[in-house]
């Protein structure tokens, strides 16, 4: 069974009760099957209710769940003959981000993906999916890469952000997110990114200069974590209930400030409980989305990209 | 009438905070916050803000910017119209950034608007940390790429003086946005094969560092700028231990080779004047 998040209490409070009832008319001869047929419509009724109306705090819960797939585990479900290919060529393998090639609906793209671990051990050598300057810089190799082919290109972001380390720092994080975003707005190829976890800030926006941007129904987006907005404009991170809903960071936020595309819907109660099924989903819009992308040649490319980041925006004249 | 005298005699007393005695209050003298040198203001402004005795570099508004930079009377500045809305609701935001732009003279933390420097004409966006501490919002961002993209349609370099806290939390991911909008703007004017320099300043960190501020064709930073992605807090909390006394310092990026130079002030506008020379190409 996976981890309880606190709003889905009631549900699974319920569903303990169920089993309880069936358990005892296993054992003994009375005949409780009305009852138990009453609660489970109950139940299906109190999943739909809870899960279609997810506060934010609840979407930020689902977005860092233990086991909310990453990319290695989408790239299994919707990518065949995928390689990984390492290294920035300068100075190391960050292991926060994956990169590779694989067909798509038998056409070559080019993957890239910030990777989370789902335990102790694989997070340690994961950095917690929070990269380092050489991570973003296999991303741009893998990039130019693509471009070269004439690939389109395949991002899922999922960071709590670029690390924030001493190293980082002396390599140049700075720098290297900084030069993915110029990058990224010249690619002549089509680039799709999909948030499917937590979208942290500029660590995030790495692998998010993209034509189209969507993210998964129960993911996030944002400037800063809640916790962070929490301490630096109340100085109380225990606010960050408050902030996850101050700040707009879910998806039906973005959408609706223009600067996603398509929320892509999630399987009830979170993508966790039925990774395949969510790669379905996931493999529609990504296809409509590089389908309409394909018909645009590569200056189009361009200012499409420009076009979409050039509009973002709130102020009067 | 004796009560009333001893009274009055104690409302005068004040005792000076803690604070004050570094800041000496505005006007004719300047206290070195470095070397604690006392400096008339206006030899101050004489070496470009910069301290005599011990060379620190004061912050800079960025009108006295513009003062150092061009050439007599050509600067003119754009989009002073634009202005912040809150799109997020924050409470009292709306009234700080009126009380900044009182306090300032700015619509928001950046000035931009094109001049000359040494004869040349280029696009400039000096942003000014006592706006928000320079924080970038949609308006800033705007304001950028505007001024990015009036370089490019008129073929001239774009100059960016960086001072600035990072992006505005104020405004959200609208603010993150902004990295990226400023980012697909100075790739069309590099693509019409035209100069960007950067010139880092205190400090110059976070989302504005991690975009814009660290891709010039020519880096440039003030001597003892703060610049970095993250906060040194942050950093020394996660990886737990005490970072050296100049991480994160103009110098130590130079050493890292995140820069091409770290120039002093006063030779500032004249090296500024050499790059945007060098970079002239014969109209046709």
């Not at chain 1, 303990?16 to 099957?33: A, G, P, W, Y």
């Not at chain 2, 505007?146 to 104020?170: C, H, L, N, W, Y």
């Given at each position: 069974m996976s981890k309880t998040l606190a709003f889905e209490e009631p549900i699974v409070k319920l569903r303990?009760?169920?089993?309880?009832?069936?358990?005892?008319?296993?054992?003994?001869?009375?005949?409780?099957?009305?009852?138990?047929g009453k609660l489970k419509t109950r139940l299906s009724n109190l999943e739909t209710e809870i899960y279609s109306n997810m506060e934010p705090w609840d979407r930020v819960q689902v977005a860092r769940h233990p086991e909310r797939p990453t990319t290695k585990d989408y790239i299994a479900e919707l990518f065949e003959d995928f390689m990984e290919l390492h290294g920035d060529r300068s100075f190391g393998d960050d292991a926060a981000i994956i990169g590779g090639i694989g067909f798509f609906e038998s056409m070559p793209v080019t993957v890239i993906g910030h990777q989370r671990g789902k335990d102790t051990k694989e997070n340690v050598k994961r950095n917690f999916g929070m990269p380092h300057p050489e991570g973003y810089r296999k991303a741009l190799r893998?990039?130019?890469?693509?471009?070269?082919?004439?690939?389109?290109?395949?991002?899922?972001?999922?960071?709590?952000?670029?690390?924030?380390?001493?190293?980082?720092e002396e390599r140049g994080q700075s720098e290297a997110i900084a030069r993915n975003l110029i990058e990224m707005a010249g690619l002549k190829v089509p680039v799709v990114s999909i948030v499917i976890g937590e979208g942290g800030s500029g660590g995030a926006l790495a692998l998010g200069v993209a034509n189209h941007i969507h993210m998964l129904e129960h993911s996030t987006y944002s400037v800063i974590s809640p916790e962070g907005a929490a301490s630096i404009l109340w100085k109380d991170a225990s606010l960050s209930k408050q902030a996850a809903e101050a700040m707009k960071i879910t998806a039906p936020h973005l959408k609706e400030m223009g600067i996603i595309d398509e929320i892509i819907p999630e399987v009830l109660g979170g993508a966790h409980r039925d990774p395949k099924a969510q790669a379905v989903e996931m493999r529609k819009v990504l296809k409509t989305s590089l389908d309409s992308l394909s018909e645009m040649n590569a200056n189009e490319i361009i200012d499409d990209r420009y076009n979409k980041f050039r509009a973002i925006g709130v102020f009067s004249e | 009438m004796i009560r009333e005298f001893f009274t009055k005699k104690k409302q005068a007393i004040t005792i000076p905070s803690a604070d004050a005695k570094n800041d000496v209050p505005e006007g004719i003298m300047t206290k070195c916050p470095d070397c604690k040198q006392i400096i008339l203001t206006k030899d101050l402004i004489k070496t470009a803000k910069v301290c005599p005795k011990c060379d620190h570099h004061f912050k800079m508004t960025a009108w006295e910017r513009v003062e150092c930079l061009f050439d007599e009377n050509t600067f003119k500045s754009m989009d002073d119209h634009l202005k912040s809305e809150n799109p997020l609701k924050f409470p009292s935001y709306t009234e700080k950034i009126a009380s900044d732009s009182e306090k300032t003279g700015l619509n928001e933390a950046v000035l931009t608007g094109i001049?000359?420097?040494?004869?040349?004409?280029?696009?400039?966006?000096?942003?000014?940390?006592?706006?928000?501490?320079?924080?970038?919002?949609?308006?800033?961002?705007?304001?950028?790429?505007?001024?990015?993209?009036?370089?490019?349609?008129?073929?001239?370099?774009?100059?960016?003086?960086?001072?600035?806290?990072?992006?505005?939390?104020?405004?959200?991911v609208l603010s993150l946005m902004q990295m990226a909008k400023t980012s697909v703007a100075l790739q069309r004017h590099a693509d019409k094969g035209l100069l960007y320099i950067s010139v880092m300043t205190y400090p110059t960190t976070g989302g504005v560092s991690a975009s814009f501020a660290s891709v010039g064709d020519i880096n440039l930073a003030e001597p003892k700028a703060l610049i970095g992605f993250a906060g040194r807090r942050v950093i020394e909390q996660t990886v737990r231990e005490k970072l050296p006394d100049n991480f994160q310092t103009a110098e130590f990026l130079l050493e890292h080779g995140q820069l091409d130079a770290v120039i002093d002030r006063r030779n500032l506008t004249e090296t500024l004047a050499k790059l945007v020379g060098l970079h002239v190409r014969e109209a046709n």
């Open positions: 303990e009760k169920i089993n309880e009832l069936e358990e005892f008319t296993s054992t003994n001869e009375v005949d409780l099957s009305e009852e138990i893998l990039m130019k890469q693509a471009e070269k082919f004439g690939r389109p290109i395949i991002c899922f972001i999922d960071t709590k952000g670029a690390y924030p380390g001493k190293a980082a | 001049g000359k420097i040494g004869g040349n004409e280029v696009a400039v966006a000096i942003m000014d940390s006592h706006f928000r501490m320079g924080s970038m919002g949609s308006v800033v961002g705007e304001k950028i790429t505007r001024a990015i993209e009036a370089a490019t349609d008129k073929g001239i370099p774009v100059i960016i003086f960086s001072a600035s806290g990072g992006a505005r939390m104020q405004e959200g």
